[in-house]
């Protein structure tokens, strides 16, 4: 997660904050287990990311949603998932089609 982090906001020192409170979302069955985590760096606040979890065929796989400052979601992450089939969830081409541009 922490690498994927790094990457999106462009910065290898950044800050983590969990707070469920924060944001209260309505919870669906793709959201099983979820954390809400503001993203800040030397004071900035340069997002949040929702990491969570969703049942799939026979097991479950985590996710991160990515979002701006405004909280307008801008990019999806899948970091793991334990099928034999329908791994293309995480591919890139698959995840852009739900995001805005």
């Keep these: 997660m922490n690498k994927e982090i790094s990457?999106?906001?462009e910065t290898s020192t950044f800050q983590l904050e969990s707070d469920n409170q924060?944001?209260?979302l309505a919870t669906s069955n793709f959201m099983v287990n979820y954390e809400w985590n503001k993203i800040?760096?030397?004071g900035k606040l340069l997002g949040y990311v929702l990491l969570a979890e969703a049942p799939s065929k026979?097991?479950?796989f985590e996710y991160l949603l990515f979002f701006d400052t405004n909280l307008q979601m801008t990019q999806a992450k899948v970091l793991t998932y334990?099928?034999?089939y329908?791994?293309?969830i995480g591919?890139?081409?698959w995840l852009a089609?739900?995001?805005r541009p």
């Design 86 to 88: 329908g791994s293309e």
């Design 91 to 93: 591919n890139k081409r």
């Design 82 to 84: 334990r099928e034999d």
């Design 97 to 99: 089609q739900h995001q």
């Design 40 to 42: 800040t760096s030397a």
């Design 58 to 60: 026979t097991d479950t």
């Design 22 to 24: 924060a944001l209260h």
């Design 7 to 9: 990457s999106f906001f």
